[in-house]
Protein backbone atom coordinates (compact mmCIF):
# COMPACT_ATOMS: atom_id res chain seq x y z
CA UNK A 1 0.00 0.00 0.00
CA UNK A 2 1.69 3.48 -1.40
CA UNK A 3 2.03 5.85 1.28
CA UNK A 4 1.60 9.64 -0.08
CA UNK A 5 3.89 10.17 -2.68
CA UNK A 6 5.36 13.63 -4.12
CA UNK A 7 6.84 14.38 -7.10
CA UNK A 8 9.76 16.08 -7.82
CA UNK A 9 11.60 15.63 -4.88
CA UNK A 10 14.02 18.70 -5.31
CA UNK A 11 13.58 21.18 -7.77
CA UNK A 12 15.26 24.37 -9.03
CA UNK A 13 13.50 27.71 -10.64
CA UNK A 14 14.88 30.94 -11.28
CA UNK A 15 12.28 34.20 -9.49
CA UNK A 16 9.73 34.62 -12.02
CA UNK A 17 9.06 31.20 -13.41
CA UNK A 18 5.87 29.30 -12.21
CA UNK A 19 6.06 25.72 -10.89
CA UNK A 20 3.87 22.87 -10.46
CA UNK A 21 4.06 20.33 -7.72
CA UNK A 22 1.92 16.98 -7.13
CA UNK A 23 0.87 14.79 -4.69
CA UNK A 24 -1.23 11.55 -4.76
CA UNK A 25 -2.59 10.74 -1.80
CA UNK A 26 -2.87 7.03 0.23
CA UNK A 27 -4.79 4.81 -0.88
CA UNK A 28 -8.68 5.14 0.73
CA UNK A 29 -7.83 9.00 1.05
CA UNK A 30 -10.30 11.62 -0.95
CA UNK A 31 -8.63 14.75 0.97
CA UNK A 32 -5.19 16.49 0.02
CA UNK A 33 -3.65 19.10 2.09
CA UNK A 34 -0.65 21.20 0.82
CA UNK A 35 1.65 22.85 3.33
CA UNK A 36 4.77 25.16 3.00
CA UNK A 37 7.51 24.90 5.70
CA UNK A 38 10.66 27.60 5.33
CA UNK A 39 14.09 26.37 6.68
CA UNK A 40 13.34 26.32 10.68
CA UNK A 41 9.86 26.97 10.86
CA UNK A 42 7.26 24.68 11.05
CA UNK A 43 5.24 23.66 8.13
CA UNK A 44 2.52 26.13 7.27
CA UNK A 45 -1.22 25.47 5.90
CA UNK A 46 -1.59 26.93 2.09
CA UNK A 47 -4.73 25.15 1.29
CA UNK A 48 -6.75 21.62 0.98
CA UNK A 49 -9.02 19.96 -1.65
CA UNK A 50 -11.94 17.46 -1.45
CA UNK A 51 -14.38 16.65 -4.24
CA UNK A 52 -11.99 18.62 -6.42
CA UNK A 53 -12.58 22.02 -4.96
CA UNK A 54 -11.12 24.05 -2.28
CA UNK A 55 -12.28 23.65 0.78
CA UNK A 56 -9.54 25.30 3.39
CA UNK A 57 -7.04 27.89 2.70
CA UNK A 58 -4.41 29.67 5.27
CA UNK A 59 -2.99 33.11 4.46
CA UNK A 60 -1.27 32.63 1.26
CA UNK A 61 -1.40 34.67 -1.92
CA UNK A 62 -3.26 34.00 -5.05
CA UNK A 63 -0.11 33.12 -6.60
CA UNK A 64 -0.60 30.13 -4.97
CA UNK A 65 -3.32 28.17 -6.36
CA UNK A 66 -4.36 24.40 -6.80
CA UNK A 67 -6.30 21.39 -8.49
CA UNK A 68 -7.24 18.36 -7.36
CA UNK A 69 -8.05 15.25 -9.97
CA UNK A 70 -10.88 12.61 -10.18
CA UNK A 71 -8.44 10.29 -8.91
CA UNK A 72 -7.72 12.56 -5.57
CA UNK A 73 -4.35 13.55 -6.47
CA UNK A 74 -3.75 17.26 -6.75
CA UNK A 75 -1.38 19.81 -8.14
CA UNK A 76 0.17 22.62 -5.82
CA UNK A 77 0.85 25.66 -8.76
CA UNK A 78 2.63 28.89 -7.86
CA UNK A 79 3.37 31.58 -10.36
CA UNK A 80 5.74 34.48 -10.30
CA UNK A 81 8.14 32.96 -7.64
CA UNK A 82 9.95 34.98 -5.36
CA UNK A 83 13.24 34.15 -3.82
CA UNK A 84 11.05 33.81 -1.01
CA UNK A 85 9.09 30.66 -2.03
CA UNK A 86 11.90 28.76 -1.37
CA UNK A 87 10.71 26.22 1.15
CA UNK A 88 9.66 21.92 1.71
CA UNK A 89 6.31 21.51 0.59
CA UNK A 90 4.57 18.72 2.10
CA UNK A 91 1.34 17.16 1.13
CA UNK A 92 -1.10 15.27 3.95
CA UNK A 93 -3.48 13.19 3.13
CA UNK A 94 -7.27 12.24 5.19
CA UNK A 95 -10.11 11.11 4.45
CA UNK A 96 -12.87 13.76 4.62
CA UNK A 97 -14.94 14.01 7.84
CA UNK A 98 -12.37 11.77 9.59
CA UNK A 99 -10.60 14.16 11.64
CA UNK A 100 -8.84 13.17 14.52
CA UNK A 101 -7.15 10.63 12.67
CA UNK A 102 -3.13 9.62 11.96
CA UNK A 103 -1.54 12.04 10.16
CA UNK A 104 -0.38 10.92 6.40
CA UNK A 105 2.09 12.92 5.34
CA UNK A 106 4.61 12.52 1.91
CA UNK A 107 8.12 12.98 1.68
CA UNK A 108 7.90 16.50 0.35
CA UNK A 109 8.84 18.87 -2.42
CA UNK A 110 12.41 21.02 -1.74
CA UNK A 111 11.55 23.44 -4.27
CA UNK A 112 14.63 26.14 -4.11
CA UNK A 113 13.90 29.52 -6.74
CA UNK A 114 17.16 31.52 -7.26
CA UNK B 1 0.69 34.78 17.50
CA UNK B 2 0.86 31.27 16.51
CA UNK B 3 -1.94 28.51 18.06
CA UNK B 4 0.41 25.99 18.95
CA UNK B 5 3.94 26.63 20.87
CA UNK B 6 6.55 24.34 21.66
CA UNK B 7 9.64 24.22 23.63
CA UNK B 8 12.49 23.71 23.88
CA UNK B 9 13.77 24.79 20.29
CA UNK B 10 17.14 23.11 20.67
CA UNK B 11 17.57 20.14 23.03
CA UNK B 12 20.53 18.01 23.41
CA UNK B 13 20.93 14.91 25.12
CA UNK B 14 23.38 12.02 26.46
CA UNK B 15 22.19 8.69 25.47
CA UNK B 16 20.06 6.86 27.58
CA UNK B 17 18.65 10.39 29.07
CA UNK B 18 14.94 11.07 29.29
CA UNK B 19 13.52 13.69 27.32
CA UNK B 20 10.78 15.71 27.42
CA UNK B 21 9.03 18.25 24.99
CA UNK B 22 6.67 20.93 25.54
CA UNK B 23 3.52 21.77 23.24
CA UNK B 24 1.23 24.36 24.58
CA UNK B 25 -1.85 25.13 22.34
CA UNK B 26 -4.94 27.85 22.16
CA UNK B 27 -8.84 27.29 22.12
CA UNK B 28 -10.41 25.67 18.84
CA UNK B 29 -7.82 22.97 19.23
CA UNK B 30 -9.43 19.77 19.46
CA UNK B 31 -7.00 17.14 19.04
CA UNK B 32 -2.82 16.97 18.80
CA UNK B 33 -0.48 15.23 16.55
CA UNK B 34 3.21 14.74 17.58
CA UNK B 35 5.22 14.40 14.27
CA UNK B 36 9.01 13.10 13.20
CA UNK B 37 10.94 14.90 10.59
CA UNK B 38 14.16 13.46 9.54
CA UNK B 39 16.70 15.20 7.53
CA UNK B 40 15.19 15.65 4.30
CA UNK B 41 11.90 16.10 5.21
CA UNK B 42 9.69 13.57 5.43
CA UNK B 43 7.27 13.86 8.22
CA UNK B 44 6.36 10.64 10.34
CA UNK B 45 3.24 10.58 12.64
CA UNK B 46 4.39 9.32 15.89
CA UNK B 47 0.97 10.15 18.22
CA UNK B 48 -2.40 11.47 18.43
CA UNK B 49 -4.29 12.66 21.53
CA UNK B 50 -7.38 14.37 22.09
CA UNK B 51 -7.18 13.19 26.20
CA UNK B 52 -5.06 11.13 28.27
CA UNK B 53 -1.79 9.05 27.42
CA UNK B 54 -0.28 6.91 24.71
CA UNK B 55 2.85 5.11 24.24
CA UNK B 56 4.80 2.99 21.35
CA UNK B 57 7.63 1.64 22.67
CA UNK B 58 10.63 4.50 24.13
CA UNK B 59 8.01 6.78 23.25
CA UNK B 60 5.40 8.36 25.41
CA UNK B 61 2.86 10.98 24.95
CA UNK B 62 0.72 12.86 27.32
CA UNK B 63 -2.42 15.78 27.13
CA UNK B 64 -4.07 17.81 29.65
CA UNK B 65 -6.89 19.34 28.40
CA UNK B 66 -7.72 21.71 30.73
CA UNK B 67 -4.49 23.17 30.93
CA UNK B 68 -4.19 22.38 27.09
CA UNK B 69 -0.93 21.23 27.18
CA UNK B 70 0.75 18.20 26.02
CA UNK B 71 4.14 16.38 26.74
CA UNK B 72 6.05 14.12 24.53
CA UNK B 73 8.76 11.73 26.78
CA UNK B 74 11.54 9.96 24.73
CA UNK B 75 13.12 6.82 27.70
CA UNK B 76 16.25 5.67 27.69
CA UNK B 77 17.14 8.17 24.54
CA UNK B 78 19.74 7.10 21.66
CA UNK B 79 21.32 8.81 18.76
CA UNK B 80 18.80 7.49 16.49
CA UNK B 81 16.13 9.59 18.03
CA UNK B 82 18.17 12.44 17.34
CA UNK B 83 15.10 14.23 14.29
CA UNK B 84 13.23 17.09 14.49
CA UNK B 85 9.75 16.82 16.98
CA UNK B 86 6.86 18.53 15.89
CA UNK B 87 3.94 18.77 17.69
CA UNK B 88 0.15 20.22 15.54
CA UNK B 89 -2.69 21.15 16.98
CA UNK B 90 -5.84 19.75 14.68
CA UNK B 91 -8.78 22.57 14.51
CA UNK B 92 -12.20 21.70 16.08
CA UNK B 93 -15.77 22.51 14.26
CA UNK B 94 -14.99 19.98 11.28
CA UNK B 95 -11.90 21.83 9.72
CA UNK B 96 -10.72 18.02 8.36
CA UNK B 97 -7.69 18.08 8.98
CA UNK B 98 -6.47 21.65 8.58
CA UNK B 99 -3.02 21.39 11.00
CA UNK B 100 -1.19 24.42 13.02
CA UNK B 101 1.81 23.59 13.18
CA UNK B 102 4.51 24.20 16.22
CA UNK B 103 7.92 25.49 14.60
CA UNK B 104 9.18 22.07 16.10
CA UNK B 105 11.93 20.98 18.60
CA UNK B 106 15.48 19.91 17.33
CA UNK B 107 16.70 16.85 19.46
CA UNK B 108 20.16 15.87 19.15
CA UNK B 109 20.85 12.41 21.21
CA UNK B 110 25.01 12.11 21.83
CA UNK B 111 26.57 8.95 21.86
Same mark, same amino acid.
Given at each position: ?????????????????????????????????????????????????????????????????????????????????????????????????????????????????? | ????????????????????????????? /?? %? @????? !? *????? #?????????????????????????? /?? %? @????? !? *????? #????????????????????????????
Amino acid at each position: DAGVTQSPTHLIKTRGQQVTLRCSPKSGHDTVSWYQQALGQGPQFIFQYYEEEERQRGNFPDRFSGHQFPNYSSELNVNALWLGDSALYLCASSLWGESSTEAFFGQGTRLTVV | KNEVEQSPQNLTAQEGEFITINCSYSVGI /SA %L @HWLQQ !H *PGGGI #VSLFMLSSGKKKHGRLIATINIQEKH /SS %L @HITAS !H *PRDSA #VYICAGENSGGSNYKLTFGKGTLLTVNP
